[in-house]
């Protein structure tokens, strides 16, 4: 995969999150990053810009030349694991609680009326 292929694609995606996950409205990523400023965490900010502007100047630029591949890739690769959404602990931890409650309870109302409910049991 060429260079150009290869910024294009990370580019791509990063535009895609920000336009599904920021909602983010615009043609090129540094209009889809102003169109979401506010709601975008502000340390992938800069981030973001120097990606676009890689992007850009890759793009249009006949002679550019990416210098550092590798950093490029990584910084992508931060804005990506920044802008995905992923829930939280407290997501969790209000799950597996309401799941034993509800366990609980359960084994609760059986306890209480087993007399009544193993009557109905097969023999």
């Not at 995969?1 to 920000?18: A, D, P, W, Y």
């Not at 209000?94 to 009326?113: G, H, K, S, V």
Request: hydrophobic share 40%; net charge neutral.
């Amino acid at each position: 995969m060429s260079e150009i292929e290869k910024v294009v694609v990370r580019t791509r995606r990063l535009e895609k999150l920000l336009r599904v996950q920021y909602h983010a409205e615009g043609k090129g990523l540094h209009q889809l990053i102003t169109s979401c400023e506010e709601r975008l965490p502000h340390d992938v900010i800069g981030k973001l810009r120097y990606v676009a502007t890689i992007r850009n100047k890759i793009v249009h630029e006949e002679d550019y030349c990416l210098d550092n591949r590798s950093e490029f890739l990584a910084v992508c690769d931060e804005c990506e694991k920044e802008l995905t959404p992923r829930s939280g602990r407290f997501i969790w931890r209000t799950a597996i609680t309401l799941m034993a409650l509800i366990t609980l309870a359960a084994l609760a109302f059986y306890y209480a009326n087993w007399d009544i409910l193993s009557k109905h049991l097969p023999q």
